[in-house]
């Protein structure tokens, strides 16, 4: 099957838009992938160490309101606490709404669009109200650095983040019989072990056992992270002797560079190239894809040893790619995202919505439509399956949204039976141009566009 830039632009980006003509073919795409992250210089999200507040303040100033409880500084210390934690949340939204606003305007929405996939990969979760900032940070700095370069780099990067090891417990993790192991009696904890082996590297089937679970989180203790201090090693909670991780054997003398050798072998194992060619052509093409698209993809990442741009670029060359069945369901955030794209939304409009319109027109349509902002219900993401997204609520979601939110956004709605061209491309199905062109107002006929089955299928 060919090329087709509308499944180029909605299948493998953010959907059409009146600004942005669709790719005019897969080379085009990779080369927008290779060049600089112009969108994110545009809309910038400071990394972890550069985000204020940070743990470290936070932590500050929660300490300082205990310790001055039933003293006479005790209001002032809480309205220091309370003018922290408020400067946390209205970061987290112009994170999150700079994020949406990336993918709105975003000349190569296929960028965004993989930068969401593998941050799901690799999901971190805020585990409490002094990180619920931090996500975002996370993405930034593990995540999208990566995403046209190598998946060992990434690897890397994701699971020695402050984020991914408080989120899976690493920081509590001591060998049972280190030195500070044996002074506590605490031992390990398998939560990072065991997911980067069954959902970020070999995945599920792929040959592990108990043992390699134990055995990569022994190799893992040492591992930690403290706000004061960040991201260390240390030698003392490290368990003694050498691990052997699916047949390779580790040094006894380790330390942080056996920790990343040991994420870099798992990396370009064979079987992590299949568990994330399969994820890759699930995630963009079919609950039940091609299993020769699949094989390419494998053998491209295996070939180039986990080249992330090569392997975008199998999946771009592959037949299977695209099909006209347009199977895959627009996620609540993807529906979001393009529906303000083909609206022609403005980012400052985006970002500069205050607290009140962001709950109303985007964190909460998204709850509403089974997608709280950042909160997947566990590391291994966001459901793949439509049948997760197509529900009685999640339909509520997106019809409510649809006929209430698109005027919020700019200063008059497009005449619908152009709109219908925009949003849809020149192959709208007849029914859906005839009711739009009866509706009996803009906003009916621009919820009827929004709404279609057709704007929710990729």
């Known amino acids: 099957m060919p090329f087709d830039p509308l499944i180029a632009a909605t299948r493998f980006g953010t959907g059409l838009s009146p600004l942005h003509a669709p790719p005019p073919d897969a080379a085009t795409m990779i080369a927008a992938l290779a060049e600089p992250d112009k969108v994110a210089v545009e809309l910038p999200i400071a990394g972890f160490d550069a985000t204020h507040p940070s743990t470290v303040e936070l932590r500050a100033v929660a300490r300082a309101r205990t310790e001055a409880k039933g003293t006479p500084q005790e209001p002032q210390a809480e309205e220091a606490r309370r003018a922290m934690f408020d400067a946390a949340r209205a970061l987290q939204q112009r994170n999150a709404l700079s994020a949406v606003a990336r993918g709105v305007t975003a000349p190569d929405g296929l960028r965004e669009r993989l930068t969401s996939f593998w941050a799901d990969h690799f999901t971190v979760i805020a585990r409490n109200g002094s990180q619920f900032h931090l996500v975002s940070p996370y993405i930034a700095d593990a995540i999208r650095p990566h995403v046209a370069g190598s998946f060992a780099d990434m690897v890397v990067a994701a699971t020695t983040h402050p984020m991914m ?180 939304v403005s980012s400052d409009r985006i970002v500069g919505l205050d607290r009140r319109a962001y709950n109303t027109h985007v964190a909460g349509p998204l709850k509403l439509m089974g997608q709280q902002v950042e909160r997947p219900i566990g590391p291994d993401g966001w459901s793949e399956k439509a049948a997760t997204w197509i529900t009685p609520q999640g339909l509520a979601g997106r019809i409510s949204w649809a006929l209430r939110s698109p005027q919020s956004f700019v200063e008059a709605l497009p005449d619908p039976r152009d709109f219908v061209q925009t949003a849809v491309g020149p192959h709208a199905p007849p029914e859906l141009t005839f009711a739009v062109g009866a509706a009996e107002s803009d906003s009916d006929g621009i919820g009827l566009i929004l709404t279609s089955p057709t704007f929710q299928r990729i």
């Not at 090891?165 to 031992?187: I, N």
């Not at 030698?235 to 040991?262: H, K, N």
């Not at 079987?271 to 060619?277: G, L, P, Q, S, V």
């Not at 399969?278 to 993809?297: C, E, G, N, Y």
């Open 165 to 344: 090891v408080q989120y899976l417990e690493q920081h509590r993790s001591l060998g049972p019989d280190s030195p500070q192991g044996l002074r506590t009696g605490k031992g390990l904890n398998e939560n990072l072990a065991r997911e980067l082996l069954e959902l970020h590297l070999v995945g599920v089937n792929g040959g592990y056992t108990q043992s390699d679970v134990t055995q990569m989180a022994e190799l893992l203790t040492g591992l930690t992270y403290t706000p004061a201090d960040g991201i260390i090693y240390r030698p003392g909670w490290a368990e003694p002797g050498a691990e052997v991780i699916m047949g390779r054997r580790y040094s006894a003398a380790s330390d942080m560079s056996t920790i990343t050798q040991a994420l870099r072998d798992l990396a370009v194992r064979p079987e992590t190239a299949a568990h994330i060619a399969r994820k890759l052509a699930v995630h963009f093409v079919s609950d039940t894809p091609d299993p020769d698209l699949v094989a390419t993809l494998t053998q491209r990442f295996l070939a180039t040893q986990g080249d992330l741009l090569q392997v975008t670029a199998a999946l771009l060359d592959h037949p299977a790619a695209w099909s006209p069945d347009r199977i895959k369901v627009r996620r609540p955030d993807l529906f979001l995202t393009a529906a303000l794209r083909a609206l022609g």
